[in-house]
């Protein structure tokens, strides 16, 4: 079986996220940024032939969304733009929020990929707001046996 590793360059705050959970009144989501406050939930499936990644992305398109591969690093980040019409409805009814917890959604997700990845024949799908993207699997070579030749003087 191969690994699969999420690929975290910001590890410290994984570990505040610990504290913050355990002890009331630290609150780090303060000093993240709004970003990382949306991560959206992802499965990873492993069988013979392939790895399947199914990523949560409900009011998401595939418009809104980028999937890439660079050095076995796949990415996949949201492109989500507030549309013009909100911003200008919002200028027009010059209503103040009492609360506003829906804001502009962005998000990047990488995941570290093992070396037996066919990285030419990536596919994804998405529908119903689940992304689902299969990344073939190279099948290993079973190990060629090499026979010596001796030579006679």
Known sequence: MKTLSLFNPRFASDIFDVFGSNFPGFDVSQRR??????????????????????????????????????????????????????????????NAYLIRERRERRFSRSFTMPNDIDGENISADFKDGLLTINVPRILERAPKQIAINAKKK
């Not at 940024?33 to 949560?56: F, G, Q």
């Open 33 to 94: 940024s709004p970003m990382s406050l949306a991560m959206p939930r992802t499965d990873v499936i492993e069988d013979e032939k392939n790895y399947i990644l199914e990523m949560e992305l409900p009011g998401f398109s595939e418009e809104n969304v980028n999937i890439s591969l660079n050095d076995k690093v796949l990415t996949i980040e949201s492109k989500y733009e507030k549309c013009e019409e909100t911003k200008d409805k919002d200028a027009e009814t010059e």
